[in-house]
């Protein structure tokens, strides 16, 4: 059965640093999403991006967000400097060609900055 | 704008006992509804999904949920359930195929033996 995965799975980083977090979608999937979800919140939507573009942004993706989809597989999330309440599971989803169909998600990457 | 609401955010429940999680939402045009599972220290599963159709729709594991669109609620249920259940549940809504999910803050179910 076809996944979503996130690589790596834990990440411990200093405040300050850049992190880069990667994903590779289903390969078929159109629609990309992170999302986030700091220890003992709700799951909260990052960014979505279509047709290599961002398509929506919360206010949560802010200038030290980016997004990139480099080689037409991998998805990644860079945070240029990071902050201690950057420190959540990141997760990373995707969503089939006809959009009428549910977002698949991956198990996530625990980011921690110390 | 859309908007989740989980009203209970634990659920303690007795194994083979029957367990309702709660999910109202509001939205100014069709939704889409969509309940997950987080196992711990896992990432989301989809349980089910309404589009559209069927008022009840039924998913994995035995869960089923009923969308009602004059109380805007999609409560989930499940018959009987197993320690196995023990996880968080998270109820989604999106608009427009392709926009983002709006979660629920979720709900903590403990199966107890």
């Known amino acids: 059965e076809p996944e979503v995965t996130q690589t790596p799975s834990h990440q411990v980083t200093q405040m300050g640093q850049e992190v880069i977090l990667r994903c590779v979608p289903i390969s078929n999937h159109l629609y990309f999403y992170w999302y986030r979800q700091i220890l003992g919140q709700k799951v909260e939507f990052l960014v979505s991006?279509?047709?290599?573009?961002?398509?929506?942004k919360s206010e949560i993706f802010d200038d030290q967000f980016s997004v990139e989809r480099p080689d037409g597989s991998n998805f990644t999330l860079k945070i240029r400097s990071t902050k201690l309440e950057d420190s959540a599971m990141y997760f990373c989803?995707?969503?089939?060609?006809?959009?009428?169909?549910?977002?698949?998600f991956g198990q996530g990457t625990r980011l921690t900055v110390v | 704008a859309q908007s989740v609401t989980q009203l209970d955010s634990q659920v303690p429940v007795f194994e083979e006992a029957p367990v309702e999680l709660r999910c109202n939402y509001s939205s100014s045009v069709s939704v889409y509804l969509f309940w997950y599972v987080q196992y711990p220290n896992q990432g989301l599963q989809l349980l089910l999904k309404?589009?559209?159709?069927?008022?009840l729709v039924k998913g994995i594991n035995g869960f089923e949920a009923e969308f009602n669109k004059s109380q805007t609620s999609f409560h989930l249920r499940k018959p009987s359930v197993h320690i196995s259940d023990t996880a968080e549940y998270f109820c989604?809504?999106?608009?427009?195929?392709?926009?983002?999910?709006?979660f629920g803050g979720g709900t903590r179910v403990l199966v107890k033996p």
């Open positions: 991006f279509y047709n290599n573009e961002i398509s929506e």
């Open positions: 989803a995707s969503r089939g060609p006809t959009g009428n169909t549910e977002a698949f």
């Open positions: 989604a809504v999106s608009g427009a195929a392709g926009n983002k999910l709006t």
């Open positions: 309404y589009l559209s159709g069927s008022t």
